[in-house]
């Protein structure tokens, strides 16, 4: 009887094995896929039960889908079996060609074991293909259809004839698994699509919630930004700029285009500029306006890249220094310079003659000869520290091997012999105490005053009048002989001589002039000193006659 109906159980087995296959393919989601091969083996291959058992990330297994009972899918749905316990049951048995049949007889070993199980009671069996409840039967999914990398099982029981399924209930099963496998594949992928979709969403509205809060920060950003390029032949050449920048150089952003920081830098800055680092990197530095003017502003750079792999872009922050560089350099100005007559005070004037000498004396050069060496290097004695005859050579302490220091020296009083020097003329005002006594210290001022102007209107560019205190001035006047000093002395006395007109009235003061020599092996004090003995020598050998006071 089964042989002749064979034919007719193959057709209709087909018949429901392809509708079951169809309804996997429609399934939406992985959830939906799942309960569609759970229901596929109840609805399509007869058995009344039906699990599907997927592998997790860890390698466990889980029910993810039970069809057949209601009270059985409420109870181990969710729940987890062991890898090993699985991996036991898979290697029992029977094996019919990829699938594992347990029967009853070995089943109950696996009775105490933690996989989840359902199990209804029944009759024993009669006949000896007959199902026994406790038989158990196993579909592996393998990924890809084959191989040996488990997807999941899928577990069924009791079938609707009662009877253990014969070659084709077993083929169809293995088919239907096998396309199972496939739908879970293509559903994972779908939604792993899908994940993958969402979030390249969410990372571009991001992207552009950034790109629009960047662009909004830039625009609309209080002090100067701008975006240049990095690196090629248009290094350095700028992007973008904000209204805030276009209105600190009072250019438009189109004429702004056409520039690179490097064009707008005051000159003295450029070195400023080409130290400053792309990274991090910081200057303060002057950048030219529309109107020829220069403003202090600081810089600040960071790179900043289009892409993973793009084009870098620096990012450099543009901020408005000029009042406080004002401030510092009127600070600057305050502590190095007289608050009354606006001449370098004392403290600046030592610095600048200071500037000028050096510990070596003169009198180790003895020569022109032996003063060139020492300017420009003689490699023997120099690097080797030996002079041309073999012996040891002296070197005075702190002099390297190539000093370039233009040492200074004094001109010889008693002969002319084209020697020029760094000359300091001391001044001292005669008759100033009783102008002050007289008049009051407001006249005494502006007296100060007047003279610090005269003596300014007197000297060159590039000396030095400075007041060292009370009613005493110094001049440095670099590059005289003993005669220019002398003319110049004279020159300075016959300008303060006029009478100084204050609050209506004229008065009168005289000047002492001592003339000293900076020279190289000096302090400052001690050039100072000179100037000043030689300025009171002075004082004392002029006749009263010739000192006018007021």
Same mark, same amino acid.
């Given at each position: 009887?089964?042989?002749?109906?064979?034919?007719?159980?193959?057709?209709?087995?087909?018949?429901?094995?392809?509708?079951?296959?169809?309804?996997?393919?429609?399934?939406?989601?992985?959830?939906?896929?799942?309960?569609?091969?759970?229901?596929?083996?109840?609805?399509?291959?007869?058995?009344?039960?039906?699990?599907?058992?997927?592998?997790?990330?860890?390698?466990?297994?889980?029910?993810?889908?039970?069809?057949?009972?209601?009270?059985?899918?409420?109870?181990?749905?969710?729940?987890?079996?062991?890898?090993?316990?699985?991996?036991?049951?898979?290697?029992? %048995?029977?094996?019919?060609?990829?699938?594992?049949?347990?029967?009853?007889?070995?089943?109950?070993?696996?009775?105490?074991?933690?996989?989840?199980?359902?199990?209804?009671?029944?009759?024993?069996?009669?006949?000896?293909?007959?199902?026994?409840?406790?038989?158990?039967?196993?579909?592996?999914?393998?990924?890809?259809?084959?191989?040996?990398?488990?997807?999941?099982?899928?577990?069924?029981?009791?079938?609707?004839?009662?009877?253990?399924?014969?070659?084709?209930?077993?083929?169809?099963?293995?088919?239907?698994?096998?396309?199972?496998?496939?739908?879970?594949?293509?559903?994972?992928?779908?939604?792993?699509?899908?994940?993958?979709?969402?979030?390249?969403?969410?990372?571009?509205?991001?992207?552009?919630?950034?790109?629009?809060?960047?662009?909004?920060?830039?625009?609309?950003?209080?002090?100067?930004?701008?975006?240049?390029?990095?690196?090629?032949?248009?290094?350095?050449?700028?992007?973008?700029?904000?209204?805030?920048?276009?209105?600190?150089? %009072?250019?438009?952003?189109?004429?702004?285009?056409?520039?690179?920081?490097?064009?707008?830098?005051?000159?003295?800055?450029?070195?400023?500029?080409?130290?400053?680092?792309?990274?991090?990197?910081?200057?303060?530095?002057?950048?030219?306006?529309?109107?020829?003017?220069?403003?202090?502003?600081?810089?600040?750079?960071?790179?900043?890249?289009?892409?993973?792999?793009?084009?870098?872009?620096?990012?450099?922050?543009?901020?408005?220094?000029?009042?406080?560089?004002?401030?510092?350099?009127?600070?600057?100005?305050?502590?190095?310079?007289?608050?009354?007559?606006?001449?370098?005070?004392?403290?600046?004037?030592?610095?600048?003659?200071?500037?000028?000498?050096?510990?070596?004396?003169?009198?180790?050069?003895?020569?022109?000869?032996?003063?060139?060496?020492?300017?420009?290097?003689?490699?023997?004695?120099?690097?080797?520290?030996?002079?041309?005859?073999?012996?040891?050579?002296?070197?005075?302490?702190?002099?390297?091997?190539?000093?370039?220091?233009?040492?200074?020296?004094?001109?010889?009083?008693?002969?002319?012999?084209?020697?020029?020097?760094?000359?300091?003329?001391?001044?001292?005002?005669?008759?100033?105490?009783?102008?002050?006594?007289?008049?009051?210290?407001?006249?005494?001022?502006?007296?100060?005053?007047?003279?610090?102007?005269?003596?300014?209107?007197?000297?060159?560019?590039?000396?030095?009048?400075?007041?060292?205190?009370?009613?005493?001035?110094?001049?440095?006047?670099?590059?005289?002989?003993?005669?220019?000093?002398?003319?110049?002395?004279?020159?300075?006395?016959?300008?303060?001589?006029?009478?100084?007109?204050?609050?209506?009235?004229?008065?009168?003061?005289?000047?002492?002039?001592?003339?000293?020599?900076?020279?190289?092996?000096?302090?400052?004090?001690?050039?100072?000193?000179?100037?000043?003995?030689?300025?009171?020598?002075?004082?004392?050998?002029?006749?009263?006659?010739?000192?006018?006071?007021?």
């Amino acid at each position: 009887m089964e042989a002749e109906s064979e034919p007719y159980v193959r057709l209709a087995t087909m018949r429901q094995l392809h509708q079951a296959v169809a309804d996997l393919n429609t399934a939406r989601s992985l959830a939906d896929t799942l309960q569609s091969v759970a229901d596929g083996i109840v609805t399509g291959l007869g058995y009344e039960l039906g699990c599907v058992n997927l592998v997790r990330p860890d390698g466990d297994l889980v029910v993810a889908a039970f069809a057949g009972n209601s009270a059985a899918e409420s109870l181990i749905t969710g729940r987890i079996g062991s890898r090993e316990s699985w991996e036991r049951r898979l290697s029992m %048995g029977e094996a019919w060609d990829e699938l594992r049949f347990i029967p009853h007889t070995e089943g109950w070993v696996l009775l105490d074991d933690d996989v989840p199980q359902w199990h209804t009671e029944g009759p024993e069996p009669r006949f000896e293909d007959e199902w026994h409840p406790l038989d158990r039967l196993y579909a592996p999914m393998y990924a890809s259809g084959g191989g040996l990398d488990l997807l999941g099982v899928i577990s069924v029981d009791r079938p609707r004839n009662g009877r253990r399924p014969g070659a084709w209930g077993r083929e169809a099963l293995q088919m239907y698994a096998s396309q199972a496998a496939i739908a879970i594949s293509n559903a994972r992928l779908r939604a792993n699509m899908q994940r993958a979709l969402v979030r390249l969403e969410r990372e571009q509205q991001a992207l552009r919630a950034s790109e629009e809060s960047f662009r909004q920060a830039f625009e609309y950003a209080p002090s100067g930004m701008a975006i240049a390029e990095m690196g090629g032949d248009q290094h350095g050449r700028l992007l973008r700029t904000n209204d805030a920048l276009c209105r600190l150089l %009072g250019r438009p952003a189109s004429v702004l285009r056409r520039y690179s920081f490097a064009d707008l830098v005051h000159p003295e800055d450029i070195g400023t500029l080409l130290r400053t680092s792309a990274e991090g990197g910081r200057a303060e530095l002057r950048l030219g306006r529309r109107d020829g003017t220069y403003l202090w502003v600081s810089l600040r750079n960071s790179v900043v890249a289009d892409t993973t792999d793009g084009p870098r872009f620096l990012l450099t922050h543009v901020e408005d220094i000029e009042e406080r560089k004002r401030n510092e350099l009127n600070l600057a100005h305050r502590a190095s310079h007289d608050a009354l007559t606006g001449l370098p005070n004392s403290a600046e004037l030592r610095s600048r003659l200071g500037a000028r000498l050096c510990e070596r004396p003169h009198s180790i050069t003895s020569s022109a000869i032996e003063a060139l060496d020492a300017a420009y290097g003689d490699v023997d004695s120099a690097v080797h520290g030996y002079r041309a005859d073999g012996y040891e050579a002296e070197v005075a302490p702190g002099v390297g091997p190539y000093d370039h220091h233009v040492h200074i020296v004094a001109p010889d009083p008693d002969r002319d012999d084209g020697t020029k020097g760094l000359a300091v003329l001391f001044c001292d005002l005669d008759g100033f105490k009783s102008i002050n006594d007289r008049f009051g210290h407001h006249a005494g001022d502006a007296v100060l005053i007047e003279v610090a102007r005269r003596l300014t209107t007197c000297v060159r560019d590039g000396d030095t009048v400075a007041r060292l205190g009370g009613d005493e001035f110094v001049v440095l006047a670099d590059g005289l002989g003993a005669a220019d000093a002398a003319d110049l002395a004279v020159r300075l006395r016959n300008a303060i001589i006029p009478p100084i007109r204050v609050d209506g009235r004229a008065v009168r003061v005289g000047a002492s002039f001592g003339i000293g020599w900076a020279e190289c092996g000096m302090t400052e004090e001690e050039v100072l000193h000179s100037a000043d003995q030689r300025m009171y020598v002075e004082k004392r050998s002029r006749s009263k006659v010739h000192r006018r006071a007021g």
